[in-house]
């Protein structure tokens, strides 16, 4: 198994409507990144997430690491056809740093 | 204005071929990663590098050889190509333990 879990690996979401992703990891997670990908292009950063029970948002997107920093969520409100792709979530699971460790992924299509 | 660029883009090549795949970054950052991305979308580090060292190496075979002529440069060298070296390659870079920014990665085909 993966040391870090996305769920679920594709999600097909009615435009207007909320969607969550998430990365659940058995390691402490040191730092936990969001990034979106679309089809064919590179990534694109959207939030770090550092310390226990953090939460940042940005638009309409909002992540959250949980307490004990195993598990994070990534939640789109009000979701627009710009909002599809593949969104990774990457971690820092020692605490040397400097090497992320990505989930599966998680391919969304918004349906117009 | 571009912050992370690579190239080529796309790369076609024969089995047993070298070839090169470049990236610069315009960031000021001291680190430097490659990446793997697999046909499943699976993203995996190669190699990471901290003001020119290597400092991570994933048991990545010896085929590749990634080279750091300066901080801002970090080059993949890869040699007699193997079909299942076929995968998007991603370069990135960092300031430190900071996000990542991701290059628009180098779709890599052997035949």
């Known amino acids: 198994s993966q040391e870090l879990e996305q769920s679920p690996q594709s999600l097909i979401v009615q435009e207007g409507k909320n969607l969550t992703i998430n990365c659940t990891s058995s390691k402490t997670l040191y730092g936990l990144y969001w990034y979106k990908q679309k089809y064919g292009e590179g990534l694109i950063f959207l939030m770090m997430l550092q310390k226990g029970g953090e939460e940042k948002s940005h638009e309409k997107i909002t992540a959250k690491l949980d307490e004990k920093k195993q598990q994070s969520s990534l939640h789109i409100t009000a979701s627009q056809p710009s909002h599809a792709g593949i969104y990774l979530c990457?971690?820092?699971?020692?605490?040397?740093?400097?090497?992320?460790?990505f989930g599966g992924g998680t391919r969304v299509l918004v349906k117009p | 204005d571009t912050a992370v660029s690579q190239t080529p883009k796309y790369l076609v090549t024969q089995m047993g071929n070298d070839k090169s795949i470049k990236c610069e970054q315009n960031?000021?950052?001291?680190?430097m990663y490659w990446y793997k991305q697999d046909s499943k979308k699976f993203l995996k580090i190669m190699f990471s590098?901290?003001?020119?060292?290597?400092?991570i190496n994933e048991t990545v075979p010896n085929r590749f050889s990634p080279k750091s002529p300066d901080k801002a440069h970090l080059n993949l060298h890869i040699n007699s190509l193997e079909l299942g070296d076929s995968a998007v390659y991603f370069c990135?870079?960092?300031?430190?333990?900071?996000?990542?920014?991701f290059g628009p990665g180098t779709r890599l085909t052997v035949l």
């Open positions: 990457g971690a820092d699971l020692t605490a040397a740093g400097n090497k992320l460790t």
């Open positions: 990135a870079s960092s300031l430190g333990r900071h996000e990542q920014f």
């Open positions: 960031l000021g950052h001291d680190t």
């Open positions: 590098y901290n003001n020119k060292e290597l400092i």
